[in-house]
Each structure stands twice: as C-alpha cells, then as structure tokens.
C-alpha cells in the first residue's frame, strides 16, 4: 500500500565532502530518507559519523564552510508543498535567508547574543523576520512562554543572556528559532552541553512542542532518540545504516 503520510523532507542520492583531492573527506555519503509530517525524527551515531553534517544539508549551513560540496538533493515543505532547497532543477530555490528562516536551527552549545535576553528575540525578529515594532514586544513574550522562561526571566529582560544558566540559555536559543516561526526546527544535540535536570528540562519542553512544530532532532544518545523521536535514522561513517 502507498505510504499516504505527506512528506516533510525528502533527501536524495545525498553526499557532502570536506576539502578536495587527497584530502577530500565524504562526511555523508548517499543518504537517502524520508520524513513525515507529524512526527519528530531523530538522527543518531556515534561521534564523527556525519550527524551534524547531514543535519545542516538541510538548511544549506555546510555553504557557509569553505570547501564543502554537497551533491544530490533535499526537498521540504516550507509551507507550499515540497520544494527544492539543494539540488532541484528548474525550480529556483528560495534565497538562503528565507530558507535559514524558515528552517529553525538549534545548536549543541547555546548561541546566545551578546546582548539582553529580550534583544536575543527581539533582533532576529526585526533584523531576520521584518516584524513591525509593535509586534515585537508581544512576540517576545509569547516566544519566551513558549519555552518555559517568561516566568523566570520576566522580571529580567534586559539582563545579558550570557548571565542565565546553561539550560535557561538553551531555552533562549530554542525561543528565538521559535520566535521567527519556522517550519521546521533542526536540533543539533540540544542537551548535550547541560546538566542532567536541565538536559530533562529541554526534553519535556520538546515533548510539548513537537505537537506544534516538525522537529528534527540529532542525538548522542539512543535512548534520548527513542524518548524524543516516532522514527529514527542511525548514521555510522556517513551511511545511513537503519531506519527504525
Ligand atoms: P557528528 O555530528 O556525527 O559528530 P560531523 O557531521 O560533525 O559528525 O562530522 C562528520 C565528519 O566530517 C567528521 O570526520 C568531521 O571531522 C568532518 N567535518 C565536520 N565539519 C567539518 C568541516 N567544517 N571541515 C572539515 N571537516 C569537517
Ligand atoms: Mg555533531
């Protein structure tokens, strides 16, 4: 029977490599997968096996590193269908920002600003989205709520983001993606860098999201992966070497 789930991403004949000639690396070597709408997936493998890699195919982030080449294709469904971000012919794929906008990343160490904890928000929001001014304030909250913070840190706006905690930081990073309301929201080892109460934190708070955004989340650890994640790709030396 047709699978009949519609289709978030589809990543074809997949190959990223590092550097050229001698010292030429494939990072992902054909990967091939599908992921649904509807459910959280996850990415798994050891340390080196190409997770972070092929997590950044997705939303063209390996461009941004000199000497990378990618070939095949990826496709996703930024809101009108599938389309071609890398790889499609005929189509011309969005510009990048509005892919990198629309495709949410979050990283294994927390990114924040160098600025307060409302700016954190408020300036992708203006720089990244356009949002009107008087939107912004509203969206800040919102987007801080969604995530857990705005009780601990109403009362701390223009605090530096660097000053709150590693978990609290993580949970900044996920608003800001949030804030921008992306299509779908890459993970890139979200909890890895926390403490074991802040990592559990951030995994309930993904519970609770995943019924609302498409996420996509890379895992160190296979349990977490099963916790997190309906299906789940495990990488070893670049392959996709299962499908669970
Ligand atoms: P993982 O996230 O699973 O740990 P990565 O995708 O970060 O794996 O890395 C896969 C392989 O690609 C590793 O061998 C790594 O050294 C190499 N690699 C990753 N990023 C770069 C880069 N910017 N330049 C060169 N090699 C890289
Ligand atoms: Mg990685």
């Avoid at 996850?42 to 190409?50: C, H, Q, R, T």
């Avoid at 969206?139 to 000053?163: I, M, N, Q, S, Y």
């Avoid at 996920?174 to 299509?183: S, V």
Wanted: hydrophobic share 40%.
């Amino acid at each position: 029977m047709a699978d009949e789930r519609e289709v978030l991403v589809e990543v074809k004949n997949l190959e990223v490599t590092y550097g050229s000639g001698r010292k030429a690396y494939k990072a992902v070597k054909n990967a091939n997968f599908t992921i649904y709408k509807g459910e959280t997936f996850g990415l798994v493998g050891e340390s080196g096996s190409g997770k972070t890699t092929l997590l950044r195919s997705l939303n063209r982030l390996n461009e941004t590193f000199p000497g990378c080449r990618t070939t095949g294709r990826v496709e996703l469904d930024l809101g009108r269908g599938l389309e071609p971000v890398y790889g499609g012919s005929g189509v011309r794929p969005r510009p990048l920002n509005e892919i990198r906008r629309l495709v949410g990343m979050v990283f294994q160490t927390p990114d924040v600003l160098p600025v307060s904890v409302a700016r954190n928000i408020a300036l992708p929001l203006k720089v990244v989205a356009g949002a009107p001014a008087t939107e912004i304030e509203e969206r800040v909250r919102r987007a801080l709520t969604d995530v857990g913070l705005w009780e601990e840190v109403a009362d701390r706006l223009d605090l530096p983001a660097e000053r709150l905690s590693g978990g609290q930081q993580q949970r900044l990073c996920l608003a800001r993606a949030l804030a921008l309301e992306p299509a779908v929201l890459l993970l890139d080892e979200p909890t890895a860098s926390l403490d074991v109460r802040a990592a559990a934190d951030i995994e309930e708070l993904l519970l609770r999201l995943a019924g609302r955004y498409p996420l996509i989340v890379v895992s160190h650890s296979p349990e977490q992966a099963v916790r997190l994640a309906a299906r789940i790709v495990v990488l070893s030396r670049g392959r996709v070497r299962r499908v669970l």
